[in-house]
């Protein structure tokens, strides 16, 4: 007899007097990715990092853009850092640990995570342009601190060489969904936590 493979998908609503924002993650997709933000660059990443990491990715943001982007860009990071964490469940079963290099263009980044419940994130990323259109560029590593705290994750995304802004930032988000859906496969046959204490 089979046992039985739990779901692994979760929704997340998150309101303040800054940003209003609906999440629906599925760890096991193919890559559908709805994402509406208000921030274009940022929906075209977060589709970038669906579509590569085979997830199926739904998000409806609003935020007080005419400020900036940051409260947005934040906010979303947390709402998926949550998602991810939420489907998960109590981690067991997965390998725990993922990573990706990829290439764009003249660039090449390294992510590497670990999906610990000890959130960590290392982001040696240096951009030469401050904006790429409208989107200011350190709002990425915002994001990736906001994931990477939210989600449980030890994170290391590295900048290996790399010239064109936005290049960079989309060798970046690839490398993250690739290194995600890595280290959320599961192990056959197994629900146990990946880990010698047995817990995360």
């Known amino acids: 007899m ?25 760890i096991d997709g193919d890559g559908d990715v709805s994402v509406v933000t208000g921030v274009p660059f940022m929906d075209h990443m977060l589709t970038l990092f669906g579509v590569h990491g085979f ?23 947390i709402c998926l850092g949550q998602a991810l964490a939420t489907a998960l ?50 709002l990425a590593k915002e994001f990736m601190r906001a994931f990477s705290q939210h989600g449980g994750l030890t994170l290391h995304i590295d900048l290996l060489h790399g010239e064109n802004s936005h290049h960079i930032i989309e060798a970046v988000f690839k490398a993250l969904g690739r290194a995600v859906n890595d280290a959320t496969t599961r192990i056959p046959d197994t629900t146990a936590v990946l880990s010698s204490k ?3």
Not at 55 to 77: K, M, P, Q, W
């Open 2 to 26: 089979s046992k039985e493979v739990r779901s692994r998908s979760a929704e997340i609503s998150r309101t303040t007097g800054e940003t209003d924002i609906t999440v629906s993650f599925g």
């Open 55 to 77: 997830f199926n990715l739904a998000i409806s943001a609003t935020g007080d853009i005419e400020v900036d982007y940051h409260h947005t860009v934040e906010d979303v990071g």
């Open 198 to 200: 047995g817990c995360l």
């Open 89 to 138: 469940g109590d981690k067991g079963g997965i390998k725990r640990y993922g990573m990706s290099y990829v290439p764009m263009d003249e660039t090449l980044v390294r992510a590497v995570v670990d999906i610990s419940n000890r959130p960590v994130l290392h982001y040696k990323v240096s951009v030469p342009d401050q904006k790429v259109g409208t989107f200011d560029t350190n």
